[in-house]
């Protein structure tokens, strides 16, 4: 399979060869065009794509799988996002997602090719919903014609990132999460919330180095909280984050930052861990994060395709619509005449009905028991996911990073380390919110070969943090 990302002047292709053992051979190629390849979401030059793109697939081994997943930008598609009213049936939800998608698109929306997924978080189900035009399609499936490659999927880049952290997500809580890839010349970046993307307005600026990216994120964070949007993640890719220190990071935007790069090991090292790379080197996820997320979007999304027929009928197409008749209406009218059939046959027969004990009343009285009360269960631990600041208040060099080691080990993987605001504290203090107050039994018995008595305290729940260790000279 061919995973390919079409930007305005950039190609990213990677190719995966399934092998016997189920691993996949991987080949990549990545370069940026000085003529343009997308305007506004379309293919500008048929010819002038194609070439570019056959230069690409001179990097691929011959006799390469022809069929495509195609990433485009998600100027190519129109987003909606809606929430689902809960007194809403079952039957009449995907009518109610196309209406709102006809209403919001207008004339556009009956000569699109679209899908859509629903999501459950914070009691609430959300749709998201994703269409192209047919004229911006029709742009690259020409282009692929012409190279006598075969469109087989088509996947805006926001969903293919948006898998890249979904399973750090917790669905019981709404975050509002920035993904941001930074490649060292410039940053851009997409507005997401727990149930999908938020907002396809796209962020982009120029960056010039690391400190200047912190100052930008930020202005932009600030910039959201003025707009009533406050930022629970930063999520950063790209090159450019490769050598970014999540802790002095986090500290300096304000806003928790989960760099990709220890993401992508703890969450999906299954899927890394089927790639395979010739040379024997590691995948360069930072590079390649749309089409790793897509090949990820693939395994686990398999009933999402856009690429479904266009609502507008053409011509000598028939008008006549079946009508939406529930399953369960189908269900008892086929009993009912099951029902009737049979009783009719016994009605016409000569069945001596009175000497038969048929309708005798055998059933026992039926007992009715008192159910106890269900008890309320505990929110599972879930370790990796949560986020831990360590602070050095001992006065002892290092200390933050050896407790983080070793806190590491013990299976909490999203941690940070940093000082404290003084070097006097003589019993280490364990700050945890009050939304994780289940955690406390299970972190303080996972750290009691290394304490005894720790003091625990409420943390405010705008930080960062779920949880702060303030180290002291009593961790042994």
Sequence with gaps: MLYLYIDRYRIKLLYLKRSILGQYEATYFEKKYELELLENGKVKNIDVLASSLKDALGNIPEGYDKHVFLIIPQTSTSFIKAEIPKDIAPSAINSFILDK????????????????FINDFDNQKQVNFFSIGADALEGYVETLNLLGLKLVSILPETLAVFKLFEKTLRKEK????????????????????????????????KVEDNKQLESLLKEKKEEYEKEGTVLNRIILSGTGSEDIRQDTFTKNVGVWTNP??????????????????????????????????????????????ILKKPIKKTKGMSSFKMPNIRKEILIFLAAALLSFGIFFALYRSNINWSSLNFFANTQPTPTIEEK???????????????????????????????????????????????????????????????????????????LSEYLSSPKVTTLEEDDTSDVIIIVATDFK
């Design 174 to 205: 709404k975050e509002n999460i920035l993904y941001v890839s930074y490649d060292g010349d410039f940053a851009y970046g997409f507005l997401f919330d727990t149930g999908g993307l938020r907002s396809d307005k796209k962020w982009t600026t």
């Design 260 to 305: 990709l790069k220890r993401i992508i090991p703890n969450f999906y090292s299954d899927y890394i861990k089927m790639i395979i790379l010739q040379s024997g080197k590691t995948f360069p996820i930072l590079s390649f994060d749309m089409c790793f997320g897509a090949f990820i979007f693939a395994q686990e999304n398999k009933d999402f395709q």
């Design 372 to 446: 106890a009360p269900t008890p309320t269960p505990t929110p599972k631990v879930i370790k990796e996911e949560l986020r831990v600041k360590i602070l050095n208040g001992s006065g002892i060099a290092g200390r933050a990073g050896e407790v983080e080691d070793i806190v590491n080990e013990l299976g909490y993987t999203e941690t940070v380390t940093d000082n404290a605001e003084n070097f006097d504290y003589t019993t280490t203090e364990i700050q945890v919110k009050k939304s994780f107050s289940h955690v406390i039994d299970v972190l303080t018995d996972d």
């Design 101 to 116: 998608a006809r209403s919001t698109l207008l004339s556009n929306f009956d000569n699109s090719y679209y899908d859509y």
